[in-house]
């Protein structure tokens, strides 16, 4: 008999271990840079209410020709993507987690208690790799059978999100022996030369209103990361000019580095894992009869098959509050 695993059955903690978390290197989920949503199965509204300014001059007598400002109401989606874990296993690898319970026999895994079939369930998310986390942030989506492109990740987003503010010139000053400045265009891709100088043009890109945000973070690869850090080890003058007396910061603001970002791009948000994150996610478990199904891969063997099916799908608020820097290739960047 085949094991069915319900939404409603099973610990919360394993679930999220397999929806949420699925990888141990999922950084963007465990370092709370987004917002996961879950029970998305449909559609879900990211509702966004913009006003106008409002404070004016005070009249006695105000009247609808005084009104001043608009609320403006719009709306994103998370529309999550179907698709699904399918591996093959021989139950023989995790005969110590049921032993104490059914030391002899055939196995049945329909009698196995709860609390083994969790543990097994635990054990099957360490094999199956559903690289989550690096579609969460590099995922694109097209229809077709490419096992790749499961779902829109966050980056992807962000490239095609024309409210996104782009910093396309980065700008060096160098000052020459005989005490001139000399201004020099430095865009590019990531190098020691114009690391800072991309970080302040980016940092002056950023919306006032966000620039002191408490969650306010530049996100970067491992790689532009290391070179920064190299930079800073480099400078004969160390403190708070640069990173205010952390490698890991950059005029006080955090910067997180993933080892799924890709080189040359950089992007400032404010992001968390609470509601008021500009990077949201939305999983869910499929709503098919069978959500995670564990059984034999045929009468006769003695494999069994793990199966999951699953939604997924990310998005962004407020793409007027992201500043993007992008020196990829045009070969490099997603298509769309």
Same mark, same amino acid.
């Given at each position: 008999?085949?094991?069915?695993?319900?939404?409603?059955?099973?610990?919360? @903690?394993?679930?999220?271990?397999?929806? =949420?978390?699925?990888?141990?290197?999922?950084?963007?989920?465990?370092?709370?840079?987004?917002? &996961?949503?879950?029970?998305?199965?449909?559609?879900?509204? %990211?509702?966004?209410?913009?006003?106008?300014?409002? %404070?004016?001059?005070?009249?006695?007598?105000?009247?609808?020709?005084?009104?001043?400002?608009?609320?403006?109401?719009?709306?994103?989606?998370?529309?999550?993507?179907?698709?699904?874990?399918?591996?093959?296993?021989?139950?023989? $690898?995790?005969?110590?987690?049921?032993?104490?319970?059914?030391?002899?026999?055939?196995? &049945?895994?329909?009698?196995?208690?709860?609390?083994?079939?969790?543990?097994?369930?635990?054990?099957?998310?360490?094999? &199956?790799?559903? @690289?989550?986390? #690096?579609?969460?942030?590099?995922? @694109?989506?097209?229809?077709? !059978?490419?096992?790749?492109? %499961?779902?829109? #990740?966050?980056?992807?987003?962000?490239?095609?999100?024309?409210?996104?503010?782009? &910093?396309?010139?980065?700008?060096?000053?160098?000052?020459?022996?005989?005490?001139?400045?000399?201004?020099? +265009?430095?865009?590019? /891709?990531?190098?020691?030369?114009?690391?800072?100088?991309?970080?302040?043009?980016?940092?002056?890109? $950023?919306?006032?209103?966000?620039? /002191?945000?408490?969650?306010?973070?530049?996100?970067?690869?491992? @790689?532009?990361?290391?070179?920064?850090?190299?930079?800073?080890?480099?400078?004969?003058?160390?403190?708070? !000019?640069?990173?205010?007396?952390?490698?890991?910061?950059?005029?006080?603001?955090?910067? =997180?580095? %993933?080892? +799924?970002?890709?080189?040359?791009?950089?992007?400032?948000?404010?992001?968390?894992?609470?509601?008021?994150?500009?990077?949201?996610?939305? =999983?869910?478990?499929?709503?098919?009869?069978?959500?995670?199904?564990?059984? /034999?891969?045929?009468?006769?063997?003695?494999?069994?098959?793990?199966?999951?099916?699953?939604?997924?799908?990310?998005?962004?608020?407020?793409?007027? +509050?992201?500043?993007?820097?992008?020196?990829?290739?045009?070969?490099?960047?997603?298509?769309?």
């Amino acid at each position: 008999m085949a094991v069915k695993v319900k939404s409603t059955v099973y610990s919360g @903690e394993v679930l999220e271990q397999l929806l =949420v978390r699925a990888t141990t290197g999922n950084e963007i989920v465990d370092g709370g840079h987004i917002h &996961v949503h879950p029970n998305v199965t449909k559609k879900f509204t %990211l509702p966004r209410l913009k006003t106008g300014k409002m %404070l004016r001059k005070r009249v006695e007598q105000p009247e609808d020709k005084h009104s001043k400002g608009d609320f403006n109401y719009d709306e994103k989606y998370l529309e999550p993507k179907e698709f699904m874990a399918f591996t093959t296993f021989n139950p023989r $690898v995790f005969e110590e987690i049921w032993r104490p319970f059914q030391p002899t026999g055939n196995l &049945v895994f329909s009698e196995l208690p709860a609390e083994v079939q969790n543990q097994l369930l635990a054990e099957l998310a360490k094999v &199956v790799d559903f @690289e989550l986390g #690096g579609h969460y942030i590099n995922g @694109e989506y097209a229809e077709g !059978d490419d096992d790749d492109k %499961l779902f829109d #990740g966050i980056l992807n987003r962000i490239v095609k999100d024309a409210d996104v503010i782009k &910093v396309d010139k980065v700008v060096s000053v160098v000052k020459k022996d005989d005490g001139t400045l000399e201004t020099k +265009d430095v865009t590019g /891709k990531i190098t020691e030369a114009n690391i800072l100088p991309t970080l302040r043009a980016g940092k002056q890109k $950023v919306p006032k209103a966000i620039r /002191k945000h408490a969650n306010l973070k530049i996100f970067m690869s491992c @790689e532009d990361f290391e070179i920064y850090d190299e930079v800073l080890t480099n400078k004969p003058f160390k403190g708070v !000019d640069y990173s205010s007396m952390t490698a890991d910061r950059y005029k006080g603001v955090q910067i =997180v580095s %993933l080892a +799924d970002w890709p080189k040359d791009v950089i992007v400032w948000a404010v992001t968390s894992s609470g509601i008021d994150s500009n990077f949201w996610a939305g =999983v869910s478990l499929s709503d098919d009869d069978d959500v995670i199904q564990i059984d /034999k891969l045929t009468n006769a063997g003695e494999k069994y098959f793990f199966k999951m099916l699953m939604k997924a799908d990310t998005n962004t608020v407020f793409g007027e +509050d992201i500043v993007l820097f992008d020196a990829r290739d045009d070969e490099e960047l997603p298509e769309g």
